[in-house]
């Protein structure tokens, strides 16, 4: 399987807890993505990564939000102390350039659902 | 500020009846437009990419156009199968970097 992979695809927490979630990309990108997803919306971008630098990050992610990717392969994010706004499927995505423009292609997605 | 809107938000169609999506954006440079297709609980999957005003492109039942300020998504004669979400988000020039900027999709709903 060549996609892009995430784990867990589900998690249920209690308010207060901290979450990490897993995206591996596809093995030859070098550019990682992260977005939020909540229902009836499109995804809103969170961060990225070009290999291991984290180059851009988006106002949404407050600092309770964090995010790696630790010799620029698969990468984390974190939430600590979750809120119930928190809850949203967590999008990855991956790409390298190619021409003009990259084209992202998006893992299944991680669903939190803050209680 | 990048804007993407789609309309309409949910579209019923009867099978064999082709129809129209819309997605109208204001950039301040456009390096792509992306159409991906989403089912419920899945991730989006790519469908097509276009760079300039004129282009088309097409894949089974679906074609993609590109205008200056909109992209329509044709759909003809579509299946039940064709029953999605269709998102459409825009790659700018600019401090924008790498990010995508998504409408809030078209609910598509095909019935057999």
């Known amino acids: 399987d060549t996609g892009v992979s995430q784990n867990p695809r589900h998690k249920i927490t209690k308010r207060g807890q901290n979450v990490t979630f897993r995206c591996d990309p596809i093995?030859?990108?070098?550019?990682l993505y992260w977005y939020r997803q909540t229902l009836g919306q499109g995804p809103e971008f969170l961060t990225y990564?070009?290999?291991?630098?984290?180059?851009?990050k988006s106002r949404l992610l407050s600092d309770r939000f964090s995010a790696e990717r630790p010799k620029g392969s698969f990468s984390t994010l974190e939430i600590q102390r979750t809120e119930q706004g928190d809850s949203a499927m967590y999008l990855c995505?991956?790409?390298?350039?190619?021409?003009?423009?990259?084209?992202?292609?998006f893992g299944p997605g991680t669903r939190l659902t803050v209680l | 500020e990048d804007q993407v809107t789609q309309s309409p938000e949910a579209l019923r169609l009867q099978e064999g009846e082709s129809s129209s999506l819309n997605c109208s954006y204001t950039?301040?440079?456009?390096?792509?437009l992306f159409w991906y297709r989403q089912d419920p609980g899945k991730g989006p999957e790519f469908l097509f990419t276009?760079?300039?005003a004129g282009e088309e492109k097409e894949k089974e039942r679906l074609k993609a156009t590109l205008t200056k300020k909109e992209s329509f998504l044709h759909i003809t004669a579509p299946k039940p199968e064709d029953s999605a979400t269709y998102l459409c988000a825009v790659h700018p020039f600019g401090d924008a970097g790498n990010m995508l900027t998504f409408g809030g999709g078209t609910r598509l709903m095909v019935k057999p």
């Open positions: 995505a991956s790409s390298t350039l190619a021409g003009r423009t990259d084209t992202q292609y």
């Open positions: 950039v301040s440079g456009l390096r792509g």
């Open positions: 093995s030859e990108h070098n550019r």
């Open positions: 276009l760079y300039s």
């Open positions: 990564f070009q290999n291991e630098a984290q180059l851009e």
